[in-house]
């Protein structure tokens, strides 16, 4: 029997998460009025807006993600939520 453990399983299926674009990450937050939260955190923190301007997609787990969503007070099944959602969009 083949033991998986649950925690790298789950930081695998993260790490393969698509990218978002900027565009499914903007209307996923607009659609749930979290823009002005959104905006808030870059205002507070200026790297995550710079690296956020300039990305092409947003990775699920680069330091703009996880400022944006430790701001929001949301937990790692959250963002997996949100994430997945906002890639239909």
Known sequence: MIKINPEKALAVKRARLLPLT????????????????????????????????GAGKIE????TTLAIMMALGWTDE????????????
């Open 22 to 53: 900027k565009r499914q990450f903007n209307l996923y937050m607009f659609d749930h009025k979290l823009t002005q939260t959104v905006d808030a955190v870059f205002s507070e923190h200026q790297r995550e807006k710079i690296e956020f301007d």
């Open 78 to 89: 959250q963002v997996d939520e949100m994430w997945t959602y906002a890639m239909t969009l």
């Open 60 to 63: 699920r787990n680069s330091p």
